[in-house]
């Protein structure tokens, strides 16, 4: 019992799962955030950051761009297996049994994310969590055209990955110190990122009260 919990503990923990997996790790945990049903439950936003902190300090010994170009490889990947996941699922998608990871509001949050802002909600889902997990299954679910989606697709994953891993280098190589206090950088990045996703929430939730009245 106790190594299933260490296993959680490197699991969610971004800098413990770097140290303990390095780039492979690192790359699957990216992919399977951005491609699969179970991805949002890993901490995508601050992984990155993080990534990009280690890699400034020496921590995480890759060359940056490396670092970079093999991240947005595998979120264009994983954003491609989603596509085709919900492609190939199609309307049955929204009538699929819920389980612990799969739960119909999330796919009905995307779908009002992306019925206000069609494809660039594929750019402006990679900094949302849960929604960068849903927005490429809905997307192929709605049959969007397939290179429409890849434009969307390498443009949200080059922003994406581009800023907060080059944003992590720049601080971890400028303060390196700045990687023995990881757990409040990070913490204040994800109130950062909820507090957006709260605000953004209830205004969807505003939006969609109005447009059924």
Not at 43 to 53: C, R
Not at 89 to 114: A, D, N, Q, S
Not at 117 to 140: D, K
Request: aromatic residues 14%.
């Amino acid at each position: 019992m106790q190594n299933i919990f260490d296993f959680f503990e490197i699991l969610f923990h971004s800098d413990k799962l770097i140290h303990y997996g390095g780039l492979v790790l690192l790359l699957l945990v990216v992919f399977a955030e951005t491609g699969l049903f179970i991805g949002f439950i890993f901490p995508g936003d601050a992984l990155l950051f993080t990534a990009g902190i280690l890699c400034g300090t020496k921590d995480l010994p890759v060359n940056i761009f490396l670092l970079i170009v093999s991240l947005i490889l595998v979120s264009i990947l994983g954003n491609l297996v989603g596509f085709l996941t919900g492609k190939t699922l199609g309307k049955r998608l929204f009538t699929k049994k819920e389980t612990w990871f799969f739960k119909h509001r999330h796919l009905e949050t995307t779908r009002v994310i992306y019925d206000k802002y069609g494809g660039v909600s594929l750019i402006a889902g990679r900094f949302i969590w849960i929604v960068r997990t849903f927005v490429p299954i809905l997307a192929g679910a709605i049959d969007m055209n397939f290179w429409r989606f890849n434009y969307y697709n390498v443009v949200g994953a080059v922003l994406w990955v581009g800023s907060l891993v080059t944003g992590g280098f720049l601080l971890g190589r400028e303060i390196p110190e700045s990687a023995q206090n990881l757990e409040f950088i990070i913490a204040g990045i994800t109130i950062v990122i909820m507090t957006i996703v709260i605000r953004g929430a209830i205004k969807l939730k505003k939006l969609d009260k109005r447009n059924k009245t």
